[in-house]
């Protein structure tokens, strides 16, 4: 079992930043597949960005060139860099791990954008 702890998630004023912290417990850490989901009221959950073992990355349009995934492997710890944020970008952000088989999401942070 691999619990995800997300943190960062907070109020902020439209063209503000935030960053949000995921951090994984277990041991494949540094094999596996990072992700980052959001879910507003009403609306599917949907990618943000994920990051692979060899750190290659992927963004929705909706948030490239604004928003940055990262991993330290040494702090078993996903990041997401959000800046110039929108009032579109609130929602619930949750947390993914991906390795083979194994499939496991955080409880969510809210993130609000104020306009």
């Known amino acids: 079992q691999v619990q995800l702890v997300e943190s960062g998630g907070d109020l902020v004023q439209a063209g503000g930043s935030l960053r949000l912290s995921c951090a994984a417990s277990g041991s494949l850490f540094r094999v596996a597949t990072m992700g980052w989901y959001r879910q507003s009221p009403g609306k599917q959950r949907e990618l943000v960005a994920t990051i692979r073992s060899d750190y290659s990355t992927n963004y929705a349009d909706s948030v490239k060139g604004r928003f940055t995934i990262s991993r330290d492997n040494a702090k078993n710890t996903v990041y997401l860099q959000m800046n110039s944020l929108k009032p579109e970008d609130t929602a619930v952000y949750y947390c993914?791990?991906?390795?083979?088989?194994?499939?496991?999401w955080g409880q969510g942070t809210q993130v609000t954008v104020s306009s």
């Open positions: 993914n791990y991906q390795f083979a088989m194994l499939d496991y």
